[in-house]
């Protein structure tokens, strides 16, 4: 069931009604059964796999809780068990034939085994979720949830449950279990949050996703500023994608008084890749800095062992994220920026005047132009169908760069960008650039709320009529849903 569906507009007001109307010590088993209700609307079957995700955890916790001696044992139970369903499901294709090709390039004559699998909406988040909880139990961080169908309800609760936020135990579990009381600007504050998701996904990413699909698709048939504007629609598409679903997860979750962690802070406003990271996906980010990046030894070790790390935890990254080759290079891609960053003295001290507020406002503006168009190249490998096919568009996005005039109206051409249609692009951007540059010194949304009622007002009306204008109805899926 998807957030821009109209399956879920008459799906969320009932279960919101109903929720409220209930008793307080109903509510956590409602919210896990409206949570399995929403994840079989997409495959019934694939219910088994949390299910068992969920019972092997929760089993793995009290033992681990019961027999401390043994509970090393237990914790390697549960990773090994959870990660061999998502190795089967998302990684067995593309090792086997990984493995097949290496084979036959040393003549050795090996058939691929390939599976006709339907990869379990949402396996690669919840499956994260279930394992910090036991890792968090084992190190001692989180007490052991008794009652199974709160535990239950945690893992699947609906908001989060298919892309995120990767929820923490400590944040998310004990609301689930708590009572709530409805408040009405919370309420209305989610719903505030959801309409600018919708617009972020509706009107930015849906409408950019038609011109990024036509050049990656055969990016051969585009000059090179198609390519190159293609490649900063997907920067934009994707953040507006991805952020958009994260606001309406998180503006859901408010209308049942639950508080989810913030996912994204203006990424696109970082001064630093390292910046960049404490702003985009911030609960996978924080993930794999808590369960892959310390535990290797962070920073507490020697230069090159601190490189190390990094890499290794970027390159994990780049693989959660898709079985290709083109993910592991888009997380190798930041690992060395981020290595590269460590290393040069310049650099350190820059992100170190940037985090502290004293860098000069010169030297913020091209730093986060320079950060963001590093991003965006590394973008290329994450959409590109191959890592040939985004070292093609790398290399042939400035085909023609020396006739300035040419290269841009070829471009615009190419791509069928008329002023209208350019318009109707760069409105929406302009606002979302806006909103992104208020975020970093207030609430934009909560900053509305205290405008005068006449300029309040006009305000939404604008907004509601933008969005009926340019929004597309297609009912995409998120990008993210693939992962």
């Known amino acids: 069931m998807l957030f821009n569906s109209l399956a879920f507009a ?94 036959q390039k040393c003549a050795i004559p090996v058939q691929a085994h390939t599976l006709t699998l339907l990869l379990p909406v949402g396996i690669s988040f919840y499956t994260f979720q279930t394992l910090s909880y036991v890792i968090d139990v084992y190190r001692g961080e989180v007490e052991v949830e008794r009652n199974f169908f709160t535990y239950a309800a945690f893992i699947s609760f609906f908001p989060q449950l298919v892309a995120g936020p990767i929820e923490r135990t400590s944040n998310l579990l004990p609301q689930i279990k708590g009572a709530h009381t409805f408040h009405r600007e919370d309420a209305v504050y989610g719903l505030k949050l959801m309409a600018w998701g919708f617009f972020k996904k509706l009107v930015i990413a849906d409408n950019l996703a038609v011109y990024v699909d036509l050049v990656f698709d055969t990016p051969q048939d585009y000059p090179g500023f198609a390519m190159l504007l293609a490649a900063f629609f997907f920067t934009i598409q994707i953040y507006c994608d991805f952020s958009g679903y994260s606001d309406i997860a998180i503006g859901t979750a408010k209308l049942f008084d639950i508080r989810l962690m913030q996912n994204f802070s203006s990424p696109y406003f970082a001064t630093s890749v390292k910046d960049f990271w404490s702003r985009w996906h911030i609960s996978l980010s924080t993930w794999f800095r808590d369960y892959v990046y310390i535990p290797l030894g962070g920073n507490r070790v020697g230069k090159l062992r601190h490189c190390a790390n990094l890499l290794v935890t970027f390159l994990v990254s780049g693989l959660w994220h898709g079985a290709a080759f083109t993910y592991i290079v888009w997380g190798g891609l930041h690992g060395v920026l981020q290595i590269l960053e460590n290393s040069i003295p310049l650099f350190r001290a820059h992100i170190r005047r940037a985090k502290e507020g004293t ?28 890592v040939s096919q985004a070292v093609y568009i790398l290399r042939d996005m400035w085909t023609g760069i020396g006739h300035p005039l040419s290269y841009l109206r070829t471009g615009f051409a190419g791509l069928g960008l008329t002023l209208r249609t350019t318009l109707e692009l760069v409105v929406p951007l302009v606002l979302l650039a806006v909103y992104d540059a208020c975020s970093l010194h207030t609430d934009p949304i909560r900053k509305t709320g205290t405008w005068k009622p006449v300029l309040r007002w006009s305000f939404y009306y604008g907004f509601m009529l933008l969005v009926i204008l340019l929004a597309s109805f297609n009912a995409q899926e998120f990008v993210y849903f693939q992962f």
């Open 10 to 103: 008459i799906f969320l007001p009932i279960v919101f009604f109903l929720y409220w109307a209930l008793p307080s010590k109903y509510r956590s088993f409602f919210l896990l059964i409206v949570s399995y209700y929403f994840y079989m609307s997409w495959n019934v079957k694939y219910v088994v796999l949390i299910l068992f995700t969920t019972v092997l955890s929760y089993g793995c916790a009290r033992l681990l809780e019961k027999y401390p001696a043994h509970k090393k044992l237990f914790l390697w139970l549960t990773i090994v068990a959870c990660m061999s369903v998502l190795f089967f499901f998302k990684y067995y294709n593309f090792f086997d034939l990984t493995i097949v090709r290496i084979l």
């Open 359 to 386: 860098e000069k406002q010169g030297v913020l503006v091209i730093s986060r132009l320079v950060t963001f168009f590093l991003v965006m190249l590394a973008w290329v490998f994450f959409r590109a169908g191959s």
